[in-house]
């Protein structure tokens, strides 16, 4: 995968992003783009490069409240291997783009 923008990605040192390098896939997300819903099993991580992803949360009334927006500086879905605890639904916000 080429670099693509994500400043975390860009941050790692040399050796480490050569041994991620190969498990990158460069993908476009649309807008309203769901990447996973709350509880479910997170197969994926996804560093934004121009997509801005938005972390909701629905509430009992059925409303979705956003509760963080990643960018090209962050990572969604690198939770899942540290708890297991219910996640937000991860959904790519106003701006579609590159992860």
Do not use: W
Not at 16 to 38: C, G, M, N, S
Not at 45 to 64: C, N, R
Not at 77 to 94: F, I, K, M, V
């Amino acid at each position: 995968m080429p670099d693509n923008g994500n400043l975390l990605l860009a941050s790692f040192a040399p050796n480490d992003l050569a041994t991620l390098r190969p498990h990158l896939k460069l993908t476009e997300l649309k807008q309203a783009d769901v990447l996973f819903e709350a509880g479910d099993r997170i197969d994926y991580v996804y560093f934004p490069a121009g997509a801005v992803i938005s972390l909701v949360v629905g509430l009992s009334s059925g409303e979705m409240v956003e509760t963080a927006m990643v960018g090209k500086d962050g990572v969604v879905g690198a939770s899942a291997a540290l708890d297991t605890r219910p996640r937000p639904s991860g959904r790519s916000c106003s701006s579609p783009g590159a992860h």
